[in-house]
């Protein structure tokens, strides 16, 4: 089972302008890392976690690795960053499905999980 952290700062390249996480808020610094777990019965080759405030995806922040189905990662942001929401994009094995959310508050959820409406193949995400 695929369990480390993957940390986002070359990545991501996030600006030290991004807002504050708000006062009060449950989850301290570093309040948008969480947990991806697959449950949507197909491999994901590619993991996109990209600021809001950003135009461009970057880079697949699991490099070379896989997230198999029934597996989950660790997503790590660097100390100093204090965004909370991003736009999350996976690619399947097949390169040919994607799925994306945008405007994922992730100061909210320690995991998101993936499932898959085989019916329709939309792939919803769930968070806790």
């Known amino acids: 089972m695929l369990r480390r952290a993957v940390p986002l700062a070359v990545a ?8 504050p ?4 808020s449950a989850r301290a610094a570093n309040g948008a890392d969480f947990t991806l777990k697959n449950e949507n019965g197909y491999q994901i080759d ?5 600021p809001r405030s950003s135009r461009r995806w970057g880079k697949d922040v699991m490099g070379e690795d896989t997230l198999d189905a029934g597996q989950s990662v660790n997503i ?3 100390r ?3 965004a909370c929401t991003f736009d999350i994009m ?8 994607k799925a994306e959310w945008s405007n ?14 085989k019916k329709n ?3 919803r995400a769930v968070g806790e």
Do not use: Q, W
Not at 21 to 24: R, T
Not at 46 to 50: P, Q
């Open 21 to 24: 996480v708000p006062a009060g």
């Open 104 to 117: 994922v508050d992730l100061c909210k959820y320690s995991t998101i999980t993936l499932y898959m409406d």
């Open 12 to 19: 991501l390249l996030l600006s030290t302008a991004a807002p």
């Open 80 to 82: 100093n960053n204090a």
């Open 46 to 50: 590619e993991l996109y976690v990209s």
């Open 76 to 78: 790590t942001f660097p």
């Open 90 to 97: 996976v690619k399947y094995h097949d390169n040919d499905v």
């Open 121 to 123: 193949r939309n792939t």
